[in-house]
């Protein structure tokens, strides 16, 4: 469980984010949505502590955020940001075993390469394992970052907006993916999207945040509403019943 | 080979991904391929191979007197002192830009950047300029060897502790005032050489462009002790710089202590410039023009196979440059403006044509 008491982040006098307090259930996947500036990422990013909360406290499986150990984080929580800087000459599978760096501290053992090579097949990178990073698409090179923090065999893993740039038939590929992490390797998968069709289709909860603050948090049905969604986008949204579940139209 | 079954969600096209022998278990190297790791062995071969010859030769050749005379040895033993001068700077700038290039993420700048031979540019010319010939002519030895190592150590401690810990934190504010402070101490250097005699010039002069020659073997039984303990930890630290130079967020996300690991590798980074910079004097595009085609030739991301391929390039670089300058051209003085000149053309192309970084 992901527990979230009275965290704050102050940007500015008038770009404040908090008080945020909300508890994220084990399992599943819960996806961030929101307008642009509402803090999802700053939300993702404080739960990853790749960004100092200014006041209040996060816990991940009843360990703080901030006085924990990083090195036991790194066993228990992963996050991707969205734009990652990437090494020229590092292949495929040397950077899926990076994510195994918390457990072996760079010297891989029999048992990380199977771990390796379970994740890299898993995102169906089988055949580029061996490219150098510079030589992949941009959605290949999506996929090789997610088989990496995948690979870190983390409980909870977080995701920052890991569709941007993805075509859809990439993105629909990247959800499916995630999908079948949660449900076959048991993780919970907090990701931030911002195609709230995407979010209903394929996540179990849905945090939507509005001005630096939670505006609501539910399964896909609760927050599927015409009325709620209108608010927090500020636009006209509509919901239809489609094959697959609710559909926003807008 | 798949641990997961098929069946689930997304079909699964490694089946009919074509005939791709992989002959017993898949692990990661650090090499793509066994022929990559075999080019590797025998370029670092040829290298070492290079160094070798070139320090005998610098040893060895055009000596004035006969193998059998006694005096041979004795001119063997000055000329070493030279050599070990090469490899000690050698040693030092491949490390300090490796590291300092993999700790900052970043591949066009050197740990130069940092105001370390603005600083000795200052000492010695202040040195000069407020005590006059005599003092400056008797300020060498390892006194003054010491402090102007500590001197530099320090400066690079202060700024480090000051805009990488607390409240800054921040590794490009740092190094954009280690820039504007180096910039700085030049032109209050520059000014003062303006003042100077011309006969004072002159010997400020070669002592500002960096030389073996500037080298004391009474130096010796300080900096190589402190160069051998620095390269040692900072190979050691190799998996973690393979991490950092992933950049902070990964670096975090991977649980490494960010903060107090560029701390430590920049320390010793000080460390290895500072040695160099008061042995030899400054050369500052020669960590660069080391580090650069170190990438190029070991095409591995792992550090543990990066050092020795920037070493040994390095000191065949310095010892074939000298050998060849100062025995088939007879312009020994000119070495560190060629390696400089070569480095900075270098350091232009790379950073024009930055895709090929």
């Known amino acids: ?37 509402a803090g999802k990422s700053t939300t993702l990013l404080m739960i990853g502590r790749l960004l100092n909360i200014d006041e209040g406290q996060i816990l991940v499986a009843n360990m703080d955020v901030t006085t924990t150990k990083s090195r036991d ?147 896909v049905q609760d927050i599927m509403k015409p009325e709620l969604l209108s608010d927090i986008f500020e636009t006209k949204i509509e919901i239809i019943e489609g094959p697959y579940g609710p559909i926003a139209v807008y | 080979m798949s641990v997961l079954d098929s ?32 080019r590797y062995w025998m370029l670092l071969a040829a290298l070492v191979a290079l160094g070798i010859i070139a320090s005998l030769g610098l040893l060895l050749y055009n000596n004035p007197v006969p193998v059998d005379s006694p005096s041979f040895i004795p001119v063997v033993k000055r000329r070493l002192t030279a050599v070990v001068s090469m490899f000690i700077a050698a040693l030092c700038h491949s490390f300090a830009t490796v590291a300092f ?37 008797r300020f060498i030895g390892t006194g003054s ?3 102007q190592m500590a001197l530099m150590i320090a400066v690079s401690l202060i700024l480090y502790g000051w805009l990488l810990t607390g409240k800054y934190g921040n590794l490009h504010l740092m190094l954009l005032v280690g820039i504007i402070i180096g910039t700085g101490l030049n032109s209050v250097s520059g000014f003062m050489r303006r ?21 004391k073997p009474e130096y010796f039984p300080i900096a190589i002790p402190i160069v051998a303990a620095a390269v040692f930890l900072l190979y050691a630290f190799s998996r973690k710089l393979n991490v950092l130079a992933l950049g902070k967020d990964a670096a975090t996300t991977f649980g490494v202590k960010y903060q107090a690991s560029i701390l430590y590798a920049l320390v010793l980074v000080a460390v290895l410039m500072s040695v160099s910079t008061s042995l030899i004097g400054p050369l500052t595009f020669f960590g660069f023009l080391v580090a650069m085609l170190s990438y190029q030739a070991a095409q591995t991301y792992d550090h543990r196979y990066v050092f020795p391929m920037a070493f040994a390039i390095g000191y065949a670089i310095l010892t ?31 950073l024009l044509r930055k895709r090929s970084l």
């Open chain 1, 73 to 219: 984080l790194a066993k228990m929580l992963t996050i991707l940001r969205q734009e990652n800087h990437f090494v020229t000459r590092l292949t495929v599978r040397q950077l899926v075993g990076f994510g195994r760096f918390p457990h072996s501290q760079g010297r891989l053992t029999r048992e990380d390469e199977e771990i390796i090579s379970k994740y890299i097949d898993f995102l169906e990178l089988t055949d580029l394992e061996h490219r150098f990073l510079d030589e992949l698409s941009g959605g290949q090179r999506q996929r090789a970052y997610v088989a990496m923090v995948l690979c870190q065999e983390t409980e909870y893993v977080l995701l920052d907006e890991p569709l941007n740039n993805l075509d859809i038939a990439r993105a629909v590929q990247m959800m499916e993916h995630l999908r079948r992490a949660a449900n076959e390797f048991g993780r919970t998968i907090v990701v931030v999207l911002h195609d709230i069709n995407f979010a209903a289709k394929y996540a179990d909860r849905i945090c939507a945040m509005k001005h630096g603050q939670i505006a609501a948090f539910g399964t």
């Open chain 2, 7 to 38: 069946g689930h969600g997304t079909a699964k096209p490694e089946a009919d991904a074509g005939p791709r022998v992989r002959s017993g278990r898949r692990c990661t190297g650090a090499f793509r391929s066994a022929k990559e790791a075999r």
């Open chain 2, 145 to 147: 060897f010491l402090l």
């Open chain 2, 101 to 137: 290039q993999s700790v900052t993420s970043n591949r066009i700048i050197t740990p130069s950047l940092l105001g370390y031979e603005a600083l000795y540019s200052v000492i010695n010319t202040s040195t000069l300029y407020f005590f006059g010939a005599t003092v400056f002519v």
């Open chain 2, 320 to 350: 074939g440059a000298y050998f060849i300058l100062y025995h088939m051209l007879n312009s020994a003085t000119v070495v560190s403006v060629v390696i400089e000149l070569i480095g900075g053309i270098l350091f232009l192309t790379v």
């Open chain 2, 195 to 215: 003042l100077l005699a011309p006969s004072e010039f002159d010997l400020l002069q070669s002592r500002l462009i960096g030389s073996v020659t500037n080298a």
């Open chain 1, 1 to 37: 469980m992901i527990q979230i008491r009275n965290a704050r982040k102050w940007y500015a006098e008038e770009v404040k984010i908090g008080p945020l307090n909300i508890e994220i259930p084990k399992a599943g996947i819960t996806a961030l949505i929101g307008p642009n500036g």
